[in-house]
């Protein structure tokens, strides 16, 4: 009789300790905490408060033969949210977790057309992370302690370097061949002439339109500006034989250059102008820097091309140095 007792004992207490069974479906996330903890591991716990409103819903079905705290931690990190004890107390919060670091490998290109600058501006904006624009030399303990620092590129020289993923690197290669192509370029001439007339024509200006009009569809002062001259031709060379033979109008230069797309050249009529610069004294000695300045009509030009179309930006200004009666001597 005694033995059939102890059998009966140690048959319950295996059943006590088996495990639990809880099954939700469609439950909230903080109603489905406080069940849990409430029915199956019965310890105390603390909320987040970012998780009060959680309205992500919980399903699952827990059975005894499987660990309820490793099931429970498992299925909430899942969900991006941790659980630590402290003082037998458990925490639930919310976490980030850390991206795994992708492996990086080196890619380089030789540019057939553009600069490594203008290509490396474009791409700069196709793939992610930090750039190197000072072409400085990047350690591996720099990498490593960098959490966006993931790509560069290298803006010098004549060979484009890339440090990046290997997703990013075949995005790079796709496009560069697109953009590495050869740049448009128009030939710019303009023609410098000097005016001398004892008629009251006004300005020279006016008198260019007065000779142009019997030959050219002109029209003076559009756009807002008096002194604007729109003539309708499809060569300037014609202009100029025309104002060429009008012996009031002498040729002082006639400059042709050829410009890239979005690229600036400048040409001057006049001469380089020595001016005083800087005042150096070393032991005693005073040194008086010289300069050389342009003076005259400068031009800036800037062309910018489309498939249709062409725009020119020109910067012009008239200059001139004189010596001073007041002031700073000998200038």
Known sequence: ???ILLALTLLFSSCAFAGSELELNKVKLPEAISLIYSEVLKVPYMLDPQLVNDERMITFRLTPDIDERE???????????????????????????KEPVKPRYTWTYTPQYRSVAYLSDILGGYVSGSFNNSGAVISDDSLKGSSGASNYINRTGDILVYYGTKEDIAILKTLVTSLDTMSDEVVVSGYVFEVQTSQSDGSGILLAAKILSDKFNISVGAAGLDNFINIRTGSIDAIF???KTDS??????????????????SFSVGSDVPVLGSVTVNNNTT???VEYRSSGVLF?????????????KIQQQLSNFVTTETGVNNS
């Open 1 to 3: 009789m005694k033995k």
């Open 71 to 97: 099931f429970v931690t498992r299925y909430l990190g899942n969900m991006n949210i941790r659980i630590w004890t402290k003082k037998g107390v458990d925490f639930i919060a919310p976490y980030t977790p």
């Open 241 to 243: 034989n025309l104002l």
């Open 248 to 265: 009031r109008f002498t040729v002082v230069s006639a400059p042709r250059l050829r410009v890239k797309n979005n690229a600036s050249a």
């Open 287 to 289: 040194t008086q820097s």
């Open 300 to 312: 800036n030009v800037t062309p910018s091309i489309k498939s249709r179309t062409m725009d020119l």
